[in-house]
């Protein structure tokens, strides 16, 4: 990331801060067993100000300071410990390659942080998110407390720092724009990999390896999220992550699966005959819920609220299950008595940037915000008609579909990111064949 294009983002947040100083950690390192740590990912704010990878980190932005208005805090150069665990940036790194104002020894923080609180009114910090680190920052304000009879004043006001970033996080800048088209370009063909090699009586933990083996070779260092690869009656469990069970001819399987790539994500979901082609009753179903999201894609334009491609996927989705003799009513009566929602019982999309489930709010004054360019939703209607549904005909049990793309709005309208991945009955089928 160009450091011209952080230190934009970085005076953005200044100029809305109006007074005080601002102090965002890293994400802690988390022990996955004994002395074994989870591999390290940064904390999205952090890094979107940043771009700084490395855990012990702490970015702190005061502005109108003489010395600099950005100071990282991060861990020295350490021969020993490098030769463990991989290079370091340093202090001098931190500046010259980070382009940090002024760096410091992470272990130094102590001695340095309250010096910066002094007489400070304002700290725009988000609290609750990493509790040790909010105890460390009373304690920091504390220290400056006891000061006072020297005629120095601690800070008085706490803001939270969501406010600002996650605004600024909502509209996604070109460069951004960039990284996650990328990280849908290498899910696509993980996807599209998924499906060449797909057979009955391969485990969905083989199909898993599939996806896994198609991200890292595009350069992703982790999936956005934990992969679903749910065959059979698993596709109606909404987040199934076991991906152990086996894939028998005649089931669907479900995969919802997305890379990482610079900590940008992607995230999609295909669903698609195990043995390559789709019965009637997987056929009748699969059209009903791609219907309903052709229909939210078109409504994702600007001017339009966020909830109305929701809305408009519900209706579809009705009409279907009307059409099928698997709801009976009127699509409105049905609407009110939420009588869909045993069959589709999450929304229709997120946002979706550096965190898969990502930042910004869907209301403003309590009214559904309007769709603006850069902006990034997904696009992801289902339906799931579990094994013993009441009143339903066992023929549609055990069908889990859901059918997800990544969607840019653009001035004009919008960009389906994810487009390459292939979704209408037919091209499913003839890119199954060609793994045959």
Not at 194 to 210: D, F, L, S
Not at 263 to 284: L, M, W
Request: proline residues 5%; hydrophobic residues 40%.
């Amino acid at each position: 990331m160009d450091i011209k294009i952080l230190e934009k983002r970085r005076h953005e947040v200044m100029e809305q801060m109006a007074g005080g100083i601002a102090i965002i950690p890293t994400a802690p390192t988390r022990m996955r067993n004994r002395d074994v740590e989870f591999p390290f990912r940064p904390d999205s704010d952090f890094y979107y100000l940043t771009h700084f990878p490395e855990p012990q980190a702490v970015a702190v932005l005061v502005p109108g300071r003489a010395q600099g208005e950005y100071l990282l805090f991060c861990r020295d150069r350490n021969v020993e410990k490098e030769i463990w665990e991989g290079q370091r940036a340093g202090i001098a790194g931190a500046r010259e390659r980070y382009g940090a104002d002024d760096a410091f020894p992470i272990d130094d923080i102590d001695d340095v942080l309250p010096g910066l609180l002094e007489n400070c009114e304002k700290v725009h910090y988000t609290m609750g998110r990493y509790q040790e680190f909010d105890a460390r920052l009373m304690a920091w304000v504390n220290e400056v407390r006891d000061k006072s009879r020297t005629g120095i004043k601690a800070p008085n006001e706490f803001v939270d720092l969501h406010h600002i970033l996650h605004e600024m996080r909502l509209y996604k800048r070109p460069e951004e724009i960039r990284l996650m088209k990328r990280a849908c370009k290498v899910s696509a063909r993980a996807h599209k990999r998924a499906m060449r090699a797909c057979r009955a009586g391969m485990a969905e933990y083989e199909i898993e390896a599939e996806l896994i083996y198609e991200f890292k070779k595009g350069g992703s260092a982790a999936p956005a999220y934990p992969p679903i690869v749910a065959g059979g009656a698993n596709s109606c469990i909404l987040h199934y992550t076991r991906n152990d069970a086996q894939l028998h001819d005649g089931e669907l399987l479900l995969i919802d699966a997305g890379a990482e790539i610079d900590c940008y994500a992607a995230d999609i979901t295909r669903t698609f005959p195990v043995n390559g082609k789709f019965s009637g009753e997987q056929k009748a179903l699969y059209e009903v819920v791609l219907a309903a999201q052709l229909a939210a894609i078109d409504q994702v334009r600007p001017g339009n609220h966020w909830n109305q491609p929701h809305e408009t996927a519900v209706r579809v989705l009705i009409q279907g299950l009307l059409d099928l003799d698997i709801l009976y009513g009127t699509i409105d009566g049905l609407i009110e008595q939420e009588a869909y929602k045993p069959f589709y019982m999450h929304r229709t999309g997120h946002w979706l940037g550096m965190d898969v489930h990502d930042v910004g709010d869907y209301k403003v004054e309590d009214v559904w915000r309007l769709l603006e360019a850069g902006m990034v939703t997904t696009v992801e209607p289902g339906l799931y008609i579990a094994e013993g549904s009441n009143g339903v005909d066992r023929r549609w049990w055990n069908i889990g579909i859901r059918i997800e793309d990544d969607v840019l709005l653009t001035r004009d309208g919008n960009e389906v990111l994810s487009r390459e991945v292939p979704k209408t009955l037919h091209d499913i089928e003839a890119l199954m064949a060609e793994g045959k």
